[in-house]
């Protein structure tokens, strides 16, 4: 028996800008449980930072894609599929919206605000699964990174908190789209950890510090426990879950008070 829980599996992690990256933790863990991974990066300057890290070390294929654009994707899909043949997963780790959008009142959102956040951070999950769908194999695992501004309001949060309800109901469309394959799409939902992203939330540092208050797990959840969670739902053990969000937050989600 195996006790590697990705082996012989083939993959693509998306989102990777430098080693604090969600989708660095999660590259990092499928490789070591014997995994070969494609590690993403947005542009030339996010790979520059992602080569030093995959330096030397054979389980990973760099490649570029800007998720907004469909040839960009399209070029990412026929690169992975000939360094793999089939894939058995992709993570999606991307989020972006326009700073003056991340503060003040999600009544003040612009229509260009609005665009390039459900574009950036929903869409793209649509456009790479439509994408990827002829390189993935039966079977095969997709995983995208929500947040509890989904479906609660965090002031602040704002238009990234639609884009993030946005994504999760496409998580379950796909679900049932891509289900006659075997193939499963599911989303994790993090608590607050400090990325490049996350700096972009102007009222990040409150909600990390009410959070580590009261989380009753007594510490936050960092990028490796994001990882561990994420490549369950990679894996074969996590064979009938689909469609669904699974928060890993030290259980803040559920607190009243
Ligand atoms: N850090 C947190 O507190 C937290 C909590 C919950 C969910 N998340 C989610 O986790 C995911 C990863 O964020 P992170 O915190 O690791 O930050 P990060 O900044 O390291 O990652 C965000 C990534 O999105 C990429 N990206 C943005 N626009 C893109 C585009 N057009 N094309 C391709 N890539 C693009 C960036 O290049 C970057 O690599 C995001 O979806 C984020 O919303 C983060």
Redesign the pocket.
Same mark, same amino acid.
């Given at each position: 028996m195996t006790t590697e829980l990705l082996e012989g599996k083939k993959g693509a992690v998306?989102?990777?800008?430098?080693h604090?990256?969600?989708?660095w933790a999660v590259a990092d863990l499928a490789a070591q449980q014997g995994a070969l991974v494609g590690v993403g990066?947005?542009n030339e300057r996010?790979a520059q930072a992602a080569g030093k890290l995959v330096e030397g070390r054979g389980e990973f294929r760099l490649f570029q894609?800007?998720?907004?654009k469909d040839d960009e994707i399209a070029a990412a899909a026929q690169q992975l599929k000939e360094e793999f043949g089939g894939l058995d997963f992709i993570v999606h780790? %991307? !989020?972006?919206a326009l700073r003056d959008e991340l503060a003040g009142r999600f009544l003040d959102t612009s229509r260009e605000g609005f665009r390039v956040a459900l574009e950036?951070?929903a869409y793209?999950l649509v456009a790479l699964a439509r994408a990827f769908e002829p390189v993935l194999n039966d079977g095969a695992s997709i995983v995208?990174?929500?947040?509890l501004g989904g479906e609660r309001v965090l002031p602040g949060y704002n238009v990234?908190g639609v884009a993030?309800a946005a994504l999760e109901s496409i998580t379950r469309y796909l679900a049932h789209d891509l289900g006659g394959r075997g193939i499963r799409v599911n989303a994790v939902?993090?608590?607050?950890?400090?990325? %490049? !992203?996350?700096r972009g939330i102007r009222s990040f540092s409150k909600v990390l510090e009410v959070m580590k208050e009261r989380v009753p797990l007594g510490r936050l959840a960092d990028q490796s426990d994001v990882a561990a969670t994420t490549v369950y739902l990679l894996s074969d053990l996590s064979r009938t879950v689909t469609g669904q969000v699974i928060f890993v937050d030290s259980g803040y989600h559920f607190m009243g008070l």
């Open positions: 998306f989102g990777v800008a430098n604090r990256s969600i989708a990066v947005q996010m894609a800007d998720l907004t780790s %991307v !989020a972006y950036t951070s793209s995208s990174m929500t947040y990234m993030k939902s993090p608590g607050p950890i400090q990325t %490049v !992203a996350a």
